[in-house]
């Protein structure tokens, strides 16, 4: 409610005590990082995720896929069956043919949706790298050797 009403300060101190109150609540943990988020705490708030991940290993939260788009563009084929393994479904060839469909799409990306993947973005965040620093770093520390 604090969070939605835009008092992060109050947010994140109510989350800080809810944590304290109860360390092994994955559901404290991720209301604080939701907030550590919001308020640009990018590394804090990545560490109360992964702790949720910890906590409560079959909660949403806890089951994240990267998929770099670097490696769509190199291998659709082979990221779109790991993609689909990691959802628990079935292969289907359709999923390579996405572009062709002639089902309603109501997205800002629609044109983008009905053409093939494409190289046109890869490196595309480049310009933007020096505003990604904070981001990027954080990342870069947690990350598995």
């Not at 906590?55 to 670097?70: F, G, I, K, R, T």
């Not at 769509?72 to 289907?92: H, K, M, Q, Y």
Request: proline residues 6%.
């Amino acid at each position: 409610m604090l969070r939605q009403s835009g008092l992060h300060q109050e947010a994140e101190a109510a989350g800080r005590r809810a944590v304290a109150l109860d360390s092994r609540s994955a559901a404290a943990w991720s209301n604080l990082g939701i907030v550590l988020r919001e308020s640009g705490k990018l590394e804090e708030s990545l560490n109360c995720l992964l702790k949720v991940a910890a906590l409560s290993p079959d909660s949403p939260e806890a089951h994240n896929n990267e998929v770099p788009y670097e490696a769509v563009v190199e291998d659709l084929e082979g990221e779109a069956r790991r993609l689909i393994a990691f959802c628990g479904l079935e292969w289907n060839e359709a999923c390579l043919s996405f572009h062709t469909l002639k089902r309603p799409v109501r997205t800002a990306s629609v044109t983008q949706v009905r053409q093939p993947i494409y190289r046109g973005s890869v490196g595309r965040w480049r310009p933007y790298a020096r505003y990604l620093g904070p981001l990027l770093e954080a990342l870069e520390r947690q990350a598995p050797a």
